[in-house]
């Protein structure tokens, strides 16, 4: 078993910074994408970055020159640094992991509130 622990959720302004992390203990796999999800109240969950093994990134657009997502393999621990925070930002923001040799994807972390206020 893979357990994800967040952190580094909180309250700030528009225009502020946050940095996530997301630890990984237990079973690591040796490779696996970590992406960073988030859902706002009566939204879906959407995915909003991913990193792999090698640092390969994608982001969704609406995030793009702003969040920079980033890992340490050898601490098995990834981060979303979120800059020029905005109000839509709002959401509970969850890590998940993504096994590359069998795509077991049901790894999830207990979730970390932003709030950005405007």
């Known amino acids: 078993q893979v357990r994800l622990v967040e952190s580094g959720g909180g309250l700030v302004q528009a225009g502020g910074s946050l940095r996530l992390s997301c630890a990984a203990s237990?079973?690591?796999?040796?490779?696996?994408?970590m992406g960073w999800h988030r859902q706002a109240p009566g939204k879906q969950r959407e995915l909003v970055a991913s990193i792999n093994n090698r640092g390969t990134t994608n982001y969704v657009d609406s995030v793009k020159g702003r969040f920079t997502i980033s890992r340490d393999n050898a601490e098995n621990t990834g981060y979303l640094q979120m800059n020029n925070l905005k109000p839509e930002d709002t959401a509970v923001y969850y890590c998940n992991l993504v096994v590359v040799s069998t795509l077991r994807s049901d790894y999830w972390g207990q979730g970390t509130q932003v709030t950005v206020s405007s």
């Open positions: 237990g079973s690591t796999p040796r490779f696996y994408v």
